[in-house]
């Protein structure tokens, strides 16, 4: 035992039992296995292609954000949009009826012209942003107050004043009819300032010298029927409408997976 050479436990003996020589693989065998190492030509020219094409999409759907750096910008202030808007150093008399309007008009119909809708009602304090309550403008308002409808136009916009055929016509309504909580208040001179601006904010009034009862006549308005408003939803949903780059890389990812086990799975049986 103590003459035994060590060597011979790891040539072959271990446990004093004699490992089984092993069997030389037949042609067939050694052939199906360089079959399953080396790819066929065939499948070489399907994946490669395929795999740049992946790269190449992936540098294109990505690599525009990933390039460029975000630029830092400072967020400027909110502008405060129930305040008064600021006269020019020479108003003219569009401007000075942006004034009127700010006074009169806005809180009906809104701080761009665009009626009483949710989205200007929210600029409001919370508990002013409800205008139908008890007490308020509803059914039962305050003290001396009064009801307001539930729908206000919009009076700058696409068609938004086409029941007028021209400013002669909206200037007449404006004296008769307005503002809504006390008709007929507005003296001659507003009530053709705030015409003046409407006119001016609807591009059919270009804003210089001044539009009196001898030229309004003249200013037509175009006939249309008001644009229906637009809701955030709405907004959102179009948007959202059109198709995603990454998910169309997501797509051709799963395509190539799926193809990828299945030209595997040809490749297996060929070599059984």
């Given amino acids: 035992m103590a003459g035994r050479n060590p060597g011979a436990v790891c040539n072959g003996f271990q446990s004093g039992r004699r490992r089984a020589p092993r ?4 042609a067939p065998a050694r052939q199906g296995l360089i079959n399953f190492v080396q790819p066929r030509p ?3 020219l399907i994946i490669v292609p395929f795999g740049i094409a992946l790269l190449l999409a992936g540098l294109f759907f990505d690599g525009g954000q990933a390039g460029s750096p975000a630029l830092q910008t400072t ?13 020019p150093a020479s108003p003219s008399q569009a401007d000075e009826g942006a004034q009127v309007y700010w006074l009169s008009c806005l809180p009906c119909h809104g701080d761009k012209g665009q009626g009483l809708t949710d989205e200007f009602r929210s600029i409001y304090p919370p508990e002013e942003q409800y205008c139908w309550e008890r007490g308020c403008h509803g059914d039962v308002p305050y003290e001396g107050g009064f009801k ?10 696409p068609a938004t004043i086409g029941k007028f055929s021209d400013a002669a016509q909206l200037n007449s309504y404006i004296r008769a009819t307005m503002p809504f909580w006390k008709p007929g208040s507005l003296t001659e001179d507003e009530a053709w300032k ?9 591009e ?23 644009t229906p408003l637009v809701t955030p939803g709405q907004v959102q949903a179009e948007e959202g409408s059109g198709g995603s780059p990454r998910l169309l890389l997501i797509i051709v990812l799963l395509s190539a997976i799926v193809l990828f086990f299945a030209l595997k ?3 297996n049986k060929a070599t059984i």
């Fill in 265 to 267: 799975k040809i490749q």
């Fill in 204 to 226: 059919l009034w270009n804003g210089l010298g001044e539009l009196n009862s001898s030229n309004a006549g003249e200013v037509r308005i175009p006939r249309g029927t008001p």
């Fill in 42 to 44: 065939l499948i070489k």
């Fill in 23 to 26: 069997r030389a693989r037949s």
């Fill in 75 to 87: 967020p400027e202030p909110t502008p405060d949009r129930l305040a008064e808007p600021t006269l």
């Fill in 194 to 202: 705030v015409t003046a601006f409407i006119m001016r904010e609807n």
């Fill in 148 to 157: 307001v409808p539930k729908f206000i136009p919009g009076v700058i916009g």
